[in-house]
Each structure stands twice: as structure tokens, then as C-alpha cells.
């Protein structure tokens, strides 16, 4: 039932999203909830979105790709290629050339996942799994059966004592934890913390010693276990064993789908401890911060892009080729075993079902494992720097040094070395079983791409993405607010994107009446960005200067139901640094809005109008 007085949805752009969306209010009127839309509906609306923004950008290439989309041709889609080296018109972004629009329609869907049934894309999936784990089984006999060549050689001896400095300290000075994902034993709704050290922990053989250690240093975390209070040493006799982790298919974009391996939920909080021992390991001895890193990455790309000295470097499925003997050769055995004991040797396929099929693992670990992505930034930060060094270069990479200094840069598989070096580098990095993502990867020409960050010539030509369907008020702000931005130059949005931002506004209004509502620019984000002399904006006050008060529909942060819980599970999850977690407007469930009053600065009164 609508609030007395509201008013009511306005005409749309299109028949078929006339239908206002269901709001339910509280009893007293001052909060609402609103649920998201159906998924055909919201594919329907995004798609016509998509459309529109191609049709503004009126490029051959922009036209192909929207004919593609209306005849839902995916094949056709997938076949259509764009490189950089191709384009030399660009100088300035309001030349309005080719190259930053086709660039931008390239990508515009191709992190979107909802385009397509992921039971079309489990094949490919599958498939591609498949390769990676038939690569690493040939990387393991030829780790172990076969010599490398003196270059190789000379640089995986250079990594071998780079790892075993970098990691030469104490593993157990770190607390381990959970993070925000899955396990075993935790699904589903029931994934916060608390519920996690609110469970009995499950872990593989192999990993039960070490979460004995673990919780005998923690009375806290046993006592939120066996609900009763413990004193002097401790452990918990009945850990529940497991014998694999599970491969789960989540959405990555519109090709395909993304591996996630679900494990033990002991075996996680030991793989925590590990990821941040190698994660400190990186920032105190290696120098360099994984939490600072990606802005370092793309300064160094802007850079290559302006004087062809650096090349930007990245692996096509680089968690997934990962060997077990890459590990056990580069890292030192007394960690190796540690990790070994943290992961899991055998993986299932359609768990619970008639067609589980359980086989043993030829990477050493997965995405979903905790230490995968700081294990993989070691890995490839000393073979960056070996390399370097041997090719008679001076490396320079540390995080807190000038980015006009530095010539590497890793994050994950996202690395950039000095161009010079990128022979040897891909010839070591295929003998170690990796392979060039040659789609992503640029060494001359004027263009380089790194961490999100792509330039032309020294210009930022980064595209818009539709990441998703929009289905939640949240999803069609949040990605008007990302076309105003991404349309903004000099402090004046380019007038091409006014349709497709209209677009937005407008099925918002008809679907979510009452978050028709709109903010000055780097507001919050639950209100439309506009210019202040553009709309109308509810404001209390305004001093023309660069202080506003605006009032808006607030996402009331949804809380953890805690009343199962013991006082013993708060305190061990603060004693472990996980906090208290709370999450905003998540996709495919109901979220609660209440009235907010709140007190921004503006960039000025006439800052990004339409031009």
C-alpha cells in the first residue's frame, strides 16, 4: 500500500516498464522495503539501456555489437575483436575519434552476467576448467622429469632465494579469520561471521593438527563452540572431518562462468592465516603493499602508454594454473608443508547429486582458497624481479617509491615489467605452466591497460561497464551516477550520453516512484548526481558556495539476526578483527530504506552540465 499522499509513477520511455514496483511501508510510514525486480524484466530494461547508450555512440563497430544484442547473436558477439594498435586518431577526448568509443562499446557488456542462462555457459565452463587442470598436470611431470634451460634456471634459483627471504618469519603472529564467502558448513543466508565461529569447524585430515593448535591458543573462539566456559588449554574434540571442497560455478560475465571452490570451514580459517603471513610478508619485506598496489599499477601504465618503456602483462586463468610442483619448488618446505595442509587434495563436482564425480587436484589451489591471490603477487613479483635482474636491469617496485622510478609492478597476475625484459619473462612464465592472456596484454603501441586502469597516449580511456542486470533502485542510481562520471570532462558531461542517462532516471521513476530523487555530484549514493542548476534538488539550504543539506531515502543497513547467538561468538569474532558485519542492497533480496537528512559538499552550483 502506497504512503497517503505520495505520488504516484509517471509515463515511461517504454509500455513495457510502466508497471510501478511494489513498496511496502512500515506501520508508523517513516521506513520502506522494496524487492527486486524480475529478472526477465530486468534483462528486458538492460538491454534496451544497452542498446540506447550503443546507438548515441553511432560507431561501425558500436552498431555491430548492438545488432548483435537485439538479435541475442552471442557467437556473433564473441567474434567481434577490437585492438588498440589499430586506432592512431586520438589526441584529446572531445575529438569525440574512434578509438575511446569503439573501446567503450567493446566492454560494455562484457562483465555482465545475467545476459545469458548459466546453463548454456556451463560447457564452456567446464571445458575450460578441464585445459587449465590437463596444463597443470603437464607442468607437474615437467617440473619433475625434465631440466630447464640455463636462463630458466638461473632465474628460478634467483626466485627461490627471493621467497625464502621474503617469508623467513613467523606464520603464527597471524590471527587467521573468515572472510565474507562460503564454506562448507556455513551457506546460503547463514554466512556472517558470528555464524561462522558459531559452528563447529570442519577441516580436511590433513589440516586437523593445525586447527588443534589454533584453537588451543584461542579459550575465546572454544568456548563460543561448546557453549560453556573453558579454562587453561584448550581444544575441541569432535572437529568434523571433510575429505574435499566442492567446485561451484559463479557469474563472471557474459562468456562464462567463474570456478569457486567452497572448502572446509577450518580448513578456510587456517588458509586466512596463511593469506595474511604472506600478505605482511609482501609489505614488510618485499616492499610492497597488496592494499596500496593498484593505483602504483596504473600510474605505470599511464607512463607506458606515453614512452613505450614498460609493458603491461597478464595470465589468461592464472589462479587455476597454478601447479602443486610450482609451489613445492619455489617456496621453502617447512611453508610448503604448511599450505599443504591448509588446502585440499580432491575436489567434487556435482555435490549431492547422482553425477558427483570427486577428482584430485594437479593446481595447488583455487579461487576461494585464502591465500591463492597473495601466494600468486609473490609469485609473480619474484619472477618479475628476477628477470630484471637478469637481463642486467636495475629493478625498482616498491610501493611507497615515485612511479616515475619504478619499472615493475605486480598485483595477482597483472604485471608490468620493462619491455626489454618481456621475452625472457614470457619464456620463464610458460615453463612454469602460465599463458599470456594476449587480449590483455600490450608491449608497444600506444596504448597499456592495468588494474581497471586503461590509457591512450596518457589520456584515461577506461569504459563503462554494465556489470550487471538492474533489478534494485540502488543498481539504476549507481550506474546513472557511473555514465554522468564517466561522461565528465573539464567539469562538462558529454551531451551524447543525455538519452541513455534519461533512460535510467526515467524507468527508475516509473518502476521506484520515491527514489526519483536527485543530489549534487560525489553525493550519497542513494541520490541521482545532477548540476545544481540542471534540476530541482531537495535541499534544506543553500550558500551558493559549497555546502548543501539534502534529504533522501537512505539503504538501512540490514543486520545479522543474533538472538541464537552466545555473548562468547561477539568476542571472538572482535578478538579476530572480523568485526561486526553489515551489508547494503544485496541483489535478489528485499531492502529497507529510512529517511535521511545529511550535509555535503558541492563542487559548484554549475559543475558538470550537459554540453
Known amino acids: 500500500m502506497s504512503k497517503p499522499g505520495h505520488r504516484e509513477g509517471v509515463q515511461s520511455l517504454s509500455e513495457t516498464h510502466k508497471r510501478s514496483h511494489k513498496v511496502t511501508w512500515s506501520k508508523r510510514g517513516s521506513s520502506f522495503s522494496v524487492s527486486p525486480i524480475k529478472k526477465t524484466r530486468a534483462k528486458a530494461i538492460t538491454l534496451e539501456l ?5 546507438c548515441q555512440i553511432g560507431t561501425p563497430k558500436a552498431n555491430a555489437i548492438s545488432i548483435c544484442l537485439h538479435y541475442g547473436d552471442f557467437d556473433a558477439l564473441q567474434s567481434i575483436s577490437m585492438n588498440p594498435s589499430d586506432y592512431l586518431d586520438l589526441e584529446i577526448w572531445f575529438n569525440r575519434s574512434h578509438f575511446p568509443s569503439d573501446w567503450s562499446a567493446f566492454h560494455i557488456v562484457r562483465k555482465c552476467d545475467g545476459l545469458r542462462n548459466p546453463k548454456d555457459l556451463m560447457g564452456l565452463t567446464l571445458a575450460k576448467w578441464s585445459s587449465a587442470e590437463a596444463a597443470n598436470l603437464e607442468t607437474n611431470r615437467r617440473l619433475t622429469s625434465e631440466l630447464p634451460e640455463k636462463d630458466v634456471a638461473s632465474v628460478l634459483y634467483r626466485m627461490q632465494r627471493k621467497i625464502a627471504y621474503w617469508t623467513d618469519d613467523n606464520p603464527f603472529s597471524c590471527v587467521g579469520g573468515f572472510g565474507p564467502g562460503v564454506t562448507q558448513n556455513c551457506r546460503d543466508r547463514n554466512v556472517h561471521i558470528w555464524a561462522k565461529f558459531d559452528a563447529i569447524p570442519e577441516c580436511t585430515p590433513s589440516c586437523h593438527g593445525l586447527l588443534q593448535n589454533l584453537l588451543w591458543m584461542s579459550p575465546t573462539w572454544v568456548e563460543s ?25 559463479v557469474p563472471k560475465d557474459w562468456k562464462s562462468l567463474r570456478g569457486i571452490e567452497v572448502g572446509p570451514t577450518g580448513n578456510i580459517f587456517c588458509q586466512k592465516m596463511l593469506g595474511q ?15 596500496r598496489q593498484q593505483p602504483v ?28 610442483q610450482v609451489v613445492r619448488m619455489l617456496f621453502p618446505h617447512w611453508l610448503f608443508d604448511m599450505m599443504v595442509a591448509c588446502r585440499t587434495s580432491v575436489v567434487s563436482l556435482g555435490t549431492g547429486s547422482e553425477k558427483e564425480v570427486r577428482l584430485p587436484h594437479h593446481k595447488f589451489a583455487a579461487m576461494g582458497n585464502c591465500f591463492t591471490f597473495e601466494m600468486e603477487t609473490m609469485i609473480f613479483l619474484a619472477l618479475a624481479i628476477s628477470v630484471v635482474e637478469e637481463c642486467g636491469v636495475q629493478p625498482r617496485w616498491a610501493t611507497t617509491d615515485p612511479t616515475d622510478v619504478n619499472n615493475i609492478g605486480v598485483y595477482g597476475d597483472d604485471v608490468i615489467i620493462p619491455v626489454e625484459c618481456l621475452p625472457l619473462f614470457r619464456k620463464v612464465s610458460a615453463w612454469l605452466g602460465f599463458k599470456t592472456n594476449v587480449d590483455k596484454s600490450f608491449s608497444s603501441g600506444p596504448f597499456r591497460e592495468s588494474c581497471g586502469g586503461d590509457y591512450w597516449k ?40 543525455v538519452k541513455p542517462w534519461l533512460f535510467i532516471i526515467n524507468t527508475l521513476r516509473s518502476i521506484y516512484p520515491i527514489f526519483y530523487k536527485f543530489g549534487p555530484f560525489y553525493g550519497p549514493d542513494e541520490l541521482i ?10 535541499l534544506l539550504y543553500d550558500d551558493d558556495i559549497q555546502a548543501v543539506q539534502v534529504r533522501y531515502w537512505a539503504n538501512d543497513k540490514a543486520r545479522f539476526n543474533r538472538s541464537d547467538l552466545n555473548d562468547q561468538t561477539y568476542l571472538t569474532a572482535g578478538l579476530y578483527r572480523c568485526g561486526f558485519p553489515i551489508s547494503r542492497d544485496t541483489r535478489g533480496s528485499t531492502s529497507r530504506y529510512r529517511p535521511r537528512t545529511q550535509s555535503i559538499n558541492h563542487p559548484g552550483r554549475c559543475f558538470g552540465i550537459w554540453s
Do not use: H, M
Not at 600478505?279 to 592494499?291: M, N, P, T, V, Y
Not at 589520456?459 to 562520471?485: C, D, H, W, Y
Not at 548526481?529 to 531537495?538: A, H, N
Open 297 to 324: 599499477n596504473q600510474a605505470l601504465a599511464r607512463r607506458a602508454s606515453l614512452d613505450n618503456s614498460l609493458a603491461t602483462e597478464d595470465q589468461e586463468s592464472a589462479s587455476d594454473r597454478i601447479a602443486y
Open 458 to 497: 596518457g589520456i584515461k580511456v577506461s569504459p563503462l561497464r554494465v556489470t550487471g542486470l538492474l533489478e534494485t533502485p540502488l543498481q539504476f542510481v549507481e550506474l546513472a551516477n557511473r555514465l554522468r562520471t564517466y561522461s565528465l570532462c573539464n567539469g562538462i558531461c558529454d551531451a551524447r550520453f
Open 225 to 249: 563452540i561448546i557453549k560453556q566456559p573453558v579454562e587453561g588449554p584448550t581444544s575441541v574434540l569432535n572437529i568434523s572431518s571433510a575429505r574435499y571442497s566442492e567446485l561451484k560455478f
Open 529 to 538: 548526481w545532477v548540476s545544481l542548476s540542471e534540476r530541482k534538488v531537495d
Open 277 to 291: 603471513f604472506l600478505s605482511r610478508c609482501l609489505a614488510q619485506r618485499a616492499k610492497l603493499d597488496i592494499e
Open 50 to 54: 544497452v542498446q540506447t547508450y550503443l
